[in-house]
């Protein structure tokens, strides 16, 4: 292994991968040991463990957080809302404005079809990016170094 550090000309490097599982793990261990000193249990216990563990995540493994992948199930669930709350609005609209609810039917069937296909083109947007920019993000991530003496963080 002959890799240095651009900055420091130092060897002593790290995949920036296994910081970053130890800074987790560290905290982990860390946030159980507090937990076992307070002792007890309880709803109140897991959640102050919750929180500890979020705060207690050492600043350089936040650093070192790879790139994270796009959630089909958020991007569903909040198209899901968008779209029932735009929905309502233009029903309640149609209904308030032409008072008839027949002339109602067709504003939703347009905005139907709109917001399906709105829908798919997402779907299509978050598979695009898991694929290849998260894909890419993660290969450097996974294949960056963390120079330990001055911690500039480069691919090598
Ligand atoms: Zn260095």
New binding site residues.
């Given amino acids: 292994m002959d890799l240095r550090?651009p900055?420091?000309?130092?060897t002593d490097l790290k995949k920036v991968s296994l910081a970053y599982q130890d800074g987790l793990f560290r905290s982990n261990a860390r946030t159980r040991l507090s937990a076992a000193l307070l002792g007890g249990g309880g709803p109140d216990l897991v959640v102050g463990r919750a929180t500890t563990q979020a705060s207690h995540q050492s600043a350089l493994s936040k650093q070192l957080t790879p790139p994270a992948k796009w959630s089909y199930v958020k991007v569903s669930s909040r198209s899901i809302l968008t779209f029932l709350c735009l929905g309502w609005l233009i029903f309640y609209v149609n209904n308030v404005t032409r008072n008839s609810s027949t002339v109602v039917t067709r504003p939703l069937a347009i905005f139907s079809s709109i917001s399906g296909a709105i829908f798919v083109l997402l779907l299509l947007l978050v598979w695009w990016h898991n694929h290849s920019t998260h894909a890419r993000r993660y290969a450097e991530w996974d294949s960056s170094y963390i120079?330990q003496?001055?911690?500039?963080i480069g691919p090598q």
């Fill in positions: 550090c900055k420091c000309n130092s120079c003496r001055c911690g500039a």
